[in-house]
């Protein structure tokens, strides 16, 4: 057993969830013992972050003990034996809250696991509680009424991301060994870039939003979701996606692929990321085939993503967060601005707002119908053997507040920032974010890898190859 205790705790917290369910298997450390200095260090640090929102401690210090009995029974099954891991607070997780952040959800108990919890704790899996959103997941920055503003634990006078922020933010601190997020909009990928971690979003349809909160129905919607892991290691983000996945990814051999590095263009980008771009391009270029164009439909993307988000004015978050009630939206918003008395946060108000402001007409509807269509043939081919390269967003985490007014800003400017995260929601495709480097403050930045469905393991191990090469995850010191 490891014994030395300040060294332990170090490593351990910096371990990946592959090395620490190997070390528990080989009886080198406790399931026990590795919760216990997980759950220490969130008592510790939580207060500051606020990423954890509730707690199931009692209860995986009590799965531990029986982790470890089997394994001194040499019953060993199970590739996340004995690890602790954290939960988005939108999955439901038997004898848990899920609440979306909303005040009138406050206590309101899930009675079983969603399917992805469920697939988790099949392999043995020790969930440790679950983290913070923004109210319904409907912004890209994590704060809600019932639980507060999560913080960016590399500054803690910065941004999150949402709405997997409460997640990002866990995992950067070290507060579990990995974690689950979910994205229809940026949701795991903004905060996997300002937090500096490794982060999945699924392709359309691959992985089960069954006991996910709120339940996505409409249909052009449901393409843009994707669930996925939130890690520190690429080698993670691959196994937990072939967990929770409904078909695990299949082989493919990277070496025939073209790799698309997205080249300067119209769109705001910083010198850190930009100078990024150029060294991933250098760095790749005597490998393999590499080019630097824009991808079909890139400019099209953020305008048709928030159409879709906008589909019957986002009539069922509004019913979620007033509970059908009538009351107007503009009064709820002013309210809140005025007061900090409303029932809903501004951010959501603000953005359900927006969402009626672009809600789409029928005939509308009908051309995107038809745009998505044609884009999905082409590429299908486009991206058959082929991984694009490109940011998450222009900047690195910025101070509280700003990325929600960029994205929410009356003046659409979100169809300057969008398009980097909106490209993989709006085509329903799979994305691998990597930290690979940071800017002249520290502050990570991560890059995705965007492919067709069938072509995950191409991302993952191009994310691994990368990993090798740039200065990736690394844990956030409070």
């Known amino acids: 057993m490891i014994n030395t205790p300040e060294l332990v705790d170090s490593l351990v917290l910096d371990m990946d969830a592959h090395e620490l369910a190997q070390l528990i298997k080989e009886k080198k450390i406790s399931s026990r013992k590795a919760l216990e200095i997980y759950i220490e260090h969130l008592k510790k640090n939580n207060s500051s972050v606020n990423c954890l929102v509730e707690d199931r401690f009692e209860d995986a210090l009590l799965e531990a003990d029986n982790v470890d009995r089997q394994i001194a029974k040499g019953q060993i099954q199970g590739a996340l034996l004995g690890v602790p891991i954290s939960m988005k607070e939108a999955f439901d997780v038997s004898g848990m809250k899920t609440t979306g952040g909303l005040l009138r959800r406050k206590g309101k108990k899930m009675a079983k696991d969603a399917e992805v919890v469920g697939k988790l704790r099949a392999e043995g899996a020790i969930i440790l509680g679950k983290s913070n959103t923004p109210e319904l997941c409907f912004c890209q920055e994590t704060d809600n009424k019932l639980y507060g503003r999560t913080n960016n634990p590399r500054d803690l006078k910065r941004t999150a991301g949402g709405s997997s922020g409460g997640e990002a933010a866990l995992i950067a601190m070290g507060g579990a060994a990995a974690g689950l997020g979910s994205d229809i909009g940026g949701s795991i990928r903004f905060p996997s870039h300002f937090n500096g971690v490794i982060g999945f979003k699924s392709g359309k349809g691959q992985v089960s939003q069954d006991g996910s909160y709120p339940e996505v129905k409409q249909e052009l919607q449901e393409r843009m979701l994707g669930i ?83 589909i019957d004015g986002a009539g069922d978050a509004r019913k979620e967060a007033y509970g059908g009630s009538s009351g107007s939206l503009y009064n709820s918003y002013i309210k809140e601005r005025m007061t900090g008395n409303s029932e809903v946060h501004r951010y959501l108000s603000w953005a359900l707002i927006g969402a009626s402001l672009f809600k789409p007409s029928d005939k509308r509807l009908e051309k995107i119908r038809e745009f998505l269509q044609h884009g999905d043939h082409i590429l299908e081919h486009y991206l058959k053997e082929r991984i694009l390269i490109m940011p998450v967003y222009h900047k690195t985490a910025p101070r509280h507040g ?23 929601n709006t085509w329903g495709l799979p994305s691998l974010t990597i930290p690979l480097g940071s800017d002249d403050k520290g502050l990570p930045i991560g890059i995705q890898l965007i492919s067709r469905n069938g072509n995950e393991e191409a991302l993952f191990q191009l994310g691994e190859w990368l990993e090798q090469r740039f200065e990736t995850y690394k844990r956030a010191i409070l």
């Open 402 to 424: 700003v990325v929600y007014r960029e994205i929410f800003s009356i003046r659409k400017t979100f169809r300057q920032y969008m398009p980097y995260v909106a490209y993989a």
């Open 228 to 310: 996925g892991p939130i890690a520190k290691s690429v080698r993670d983000a691959r196994l937990i996606y072939n967990i929770v996945a409904r078909n695990p990814a299949v082989y493919r051999n990277i070496d025939s692929f073209t790799i698309n590095v997205l080249p300067d263009s119209n769109y705001p980008l910083g010198e850190a990321t930009r100078k990024m771009l150029d060294a991933i391009f250098q760095q790749l270029s005597p490998e393999f085939e590499v080019e630097r164009e824009m991808p079909p439909y890139f400019g099209d993307s953020a305008t048709v993503w928030q159409e879709i988000m906008s």
